[in-house]
Structures are given as structure tokens and as C-alpha cells.
């Protein structure tokens, strides 16, 4: 496992937002946690990449995260894409995609020509500045510089949040090229359709607790999520 997480509990002072949360994620494979609004996925994204203290495991790579700084992480390939996209909107694109790169010196020019393939919009769009994107091409931006990072696991927080079809497809190509890629995905979403399409496993997250879990398959077949989160 690229990343294990044990008995993991985050609270925010009184609000205990993850209970006793464990699951596992296989090199290579693409695993999503689903849930509604406050289920706690961006808890679990954000103290995956040490932001938030917790008690229980967390291991990337062997590694207790909490034992690590942050920035280790982001050497060592751990490279969250959160929800709020955290773009630099006064910058261009270009100069957004080479941000996260830092850590890469030489090998930034070749990331940069592997972000154009997996996103051609953006070398089209690369001198322009960021927050005058569409939705769409934000959220492709912000995938676009995690993938800068050279990225052994790729943390997607909702990555589809408020995009229209069209661009879901968009989405989804890329998310299938970087899996080619050998990059291994927790994907943290709402969408649950679209988990399904990707994921090789799913944990279903509610109040903070894995309430279910299994492969796409299974859960296809469980009548709980069919009438819960696949309109019956
Ligand atoms: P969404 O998809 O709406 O972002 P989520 O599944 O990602 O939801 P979280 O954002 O992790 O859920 O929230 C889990 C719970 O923790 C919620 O009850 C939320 O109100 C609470 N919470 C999240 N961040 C904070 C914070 N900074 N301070 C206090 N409570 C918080």
C-alpha cells in the first residue's frame, strides 16, 4: 500500500469530522472516497498532506506523515489538488504550471510539455491569466500543476465540482492517461457516478465514518447507494 491510514479521528476543537476512518490505497490503482457535503473528504485529503494534527496512522510510502514536514511530502511525490484549486489568478497559466514544479530544476520544460499533452487547452490558453479561465479550465489548471510535482500519488479533492458535461469528459481522459502514467489516485468526490467510472475501489464516507466499501461493482449492487446516491 502507497498509503495507509489507520483508526484515524480529526476533530475541529469539539466537532469530531473523521471516526475511526481506515482504508488503504494500492500502488497503481485509483481509489475514491465518496460522501455528501461535510462528509469529511477534505479533512481526510487535508491531513493526508499534513495540514491537519490527528490521531490514529497515516503512512505514505511507510512514512507516519504526521513524523514528516509537508514539503518532504511534496518531494517524496505526495501532491494534493484541493477543491478550493488555490490557483494564482493574477499569474498566467504558464507561470502557474511552473510553480509547481519547483522541485524539479531541469525537469520542468519536459513536465511542461507532458501537462500540454495531458491538457492541450492549456498550452493554448498559457499567457493568459489565470482567474480569467473558465471553470473548466481552472480545474484543468490546478490538475495541470499538481502534475508539475511528478506525482507518485495524486490527491484529487473534487475535481468535478460545478463543471458541465463536456468538461467532465476532459476530466475524466486525463484522469485515465495519468493512471496510464503509472501515478496512483485518491480521488475525494461528490460525484459518485464519476467515481465509478475511475475508481477501482470506493469507500463511502458519512458523518466522518467509512460506512461501506468495495468496488465499483459491489456498490452498483447495494441497495443502499442505488437509492442514496444513484437515484434509485
Ligand atoms: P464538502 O464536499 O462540502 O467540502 P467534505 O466531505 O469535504 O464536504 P469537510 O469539508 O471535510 O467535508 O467537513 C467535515 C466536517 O468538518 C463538517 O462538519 C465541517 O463543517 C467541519 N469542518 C471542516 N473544516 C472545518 C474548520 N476549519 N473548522 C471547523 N469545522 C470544520
Known sequence: MILNIDDLSVSYGEVAALRGVSLGVEEGSIVSVIGPNGA????????????????????YDGTEVSSVDASDLVADGLIHCTEDRDLFGYMSVEDNLELGAYRHGDGEAERLEYVYDVFP???????????????????????????????????????????????????????????????????????????????DHIYLLENGRIEKDGTPDDLRGDDYIRDAYLGG
Open 121 to 199: 487547452t492549456l498550452e493554448q490558453r498559457k499567457n493568459q491569466n489565470a482567474r480569467t479561465m473558465s471553470g473548466g479550465e481552472q480545474q484543468m489548471l490546478a490538475i495541470g500543476r499538481a502534475l508539475m510535482g511528478d506525482p507518485e500519488l495524486l490527491i484529487l479533492d473534487e475535481p468535478t465540482l460545478g463543471l458541465a458535461p463536456v468538461i467532465l469528459e476532459d476530466i475524466s481522459e486525463a484522469i485515465e492517461e495519468i493512471r496510464a502514467d503509472g501515478v496512483t489516485v485518491l480521488l475525494c468526490e461528490q460525484n459518485v457516478t464519476f467515481a465509478m467510472n475511475h475508481a
Open 40 to 59: 469529511g473528504k477534505s479533512t481526510l485529503a487535508n491531513t493526508v498532506t499534513g495540514f491537519r494534527p490527528y490521531g490514529g496512522s497515516v503512512t
